[in-house]
Nanobody
Framework: QVQLVESGGGLVQAGGSLRLSCVASGLTFNTYAMGWFRQAPGKGRESVSAISRTGSTYYVNSIKGRFTISRDNAKSTVYLQMNSLQPEDTAVYYC???????????????????WGRGTLVIISS
């Protein structure tokens, strides 16, 4: 049974930092591209960041320069380091795994094979 378990969410003030982690089990981690999606209150889910099997990365424009995605294949874990957080970053953040092969590291919802349950990030102004 595949499981993706996120952790690291919480409440922080604007300008602060959080590090999200997602531990995968039940799959061969290094054969999957991994991504982070988020869903803000009243909005649809958006692709925030992704990392390919070879380490190529994607970031949505709104987070470029502030967030960093990384993966540790030995630990079957993907991370999202989030700095300079802003109230508009408030959302539930979901970890996702995809065995789709793409020319670019971006992942869409239809590419996802497995989802985590999400971790809530709240940024106060």
């Amino acid at each position: 049974q595949v499981q993706l378990v996120e952790s690291g969410g919480g409440l922080v003030q604007a300008g602060g930092s959080l590090r999200l982690s997602c531990v995968a089990s039940g799959l061969t981690f290094n054969t999957y591209a991994m991504g982070w999606f988020r869903q803000a209150p009243g909005k649809g889910r958006e692709s925030v960041s992704a990392i390919s099997r070879t380490g190529s990365t994607y970031y949505v424009n709104s987070i470029k320069g502030r967030f960093t995605i990384s993966r540790d294949n030995a630990k079957s874990t993907v991370y999202l380091q989030m700095n300079s957080l802003q109230p508009e970053d408030t959302a539930v953040y979901y970890c996702a795994a995809s065995n789709t092969f793409r020319r670019t590291p971006w992942l869409g919802e239809t590419d996802i094979n497995y989802w985590g349950r999400g971790t809530l990030v709240i940024i106060s102004s």
